[in-house]
T-cell receptor, first 111, second 115 residues
């Protein structure tokens, strides 16, 4: 079945640094979504991408839908302590198909 | 916009009892709702897809008689864990899709502990 690869499992950065997370797939997707999950909470949608090559920003966050439709990245600039959490990428092939999730990357930010 | 709520946020029950979890879309209509289960330090595992007015579609390995799903309206879906056992203890999260959109919005989750 479809799988999304996110690595590494954990990332540790210093407050103020930029960080980039990548998500790759063996199959193509028509929608890429990036979510952040805090402990004990549901995932919160950060950015949604619907078109190959699309580059979208949301505050300090920027995400891109890869041209091949098999990858996406999320960039966080000038990190702050509240950026700590688990970042999941998710892909979807069609409007009626289910989301496929990556395993998530746990981000830690040192003050 | 696109707010999804879940109730209760946490529940503790005795083994053998049934537990109902509600998922509501507060400011939009959701033709499709999804139920996920998440174990500690793991990703979300889709249990079933629920469409308003029709039977839910369960993922392979998920017992439909144990996890009853009812999508009674465009703003409410319920998941009932019947005859719960300790191994059913988990974090259950629902999500909802806005009509004609492809993005899923998640609820805050319900933590179930079965003693």
């Amino acid at each position: 079945g479809q799988q999304l690869n996110q690595s590494p499992q954990s990332m540790f950065i210093q407050e103020g640094e930029d960080v980039s997370m990548n998500c790759t797939s063996s199959s193509i997707f028509n929608t890429w979504l990036w979510y952040k999950q805090d402990p004990g909470e549901g995932p919160v949608l950060l950015i949604a991408l619907y078109k190959a090559g699309e580059l979208t920003s949301n505050g300090r966050l920027t995400a891109q839908f890869g041209i091949t439709r098999k990858d996406s990245f999320l960039n966080i600039s000038a990190s702050i302590p509240s950026d700590v959490g688990i970042y999941f990428c998710a892909g979807r092939y069609g409007a009626n198909s289910k989301l496929t999730f990556g395993k998530g990357i746990t981000l830690s930010v040192r003050p | 916009g696109a707010v999804v709520s879940q109730h209760p946020s946490w529940v503790i029950c005795k083994s053998g009892t049934s537990v109902k979890i509600e998922c509501r879309s507060l400011d939009f209509q959701a033709t499709t709702m999804f139920w996920y289960r998440q174990f500690p330090k793991q990703s979300l595992m889709l249990m079933a897809t629920s469409n308003e007015g029709s039977k839910a579609t369960y993922e392979q390995g998920v017992e439909k008689d144990k996890f009853l799903i009812n999508h009674a309206s465009l703003t409410l879906s319920t998941l009932t864990v019947t005859s719960a056992h300790p191994e059913d203890s988990s974090f259950y999260i629902c999500s909802a899709s806005i009509v004609s959109a492809e993005t899923q919005y998640f609820g805050p989750g319900t933590r179930l502990l079965v003693l």
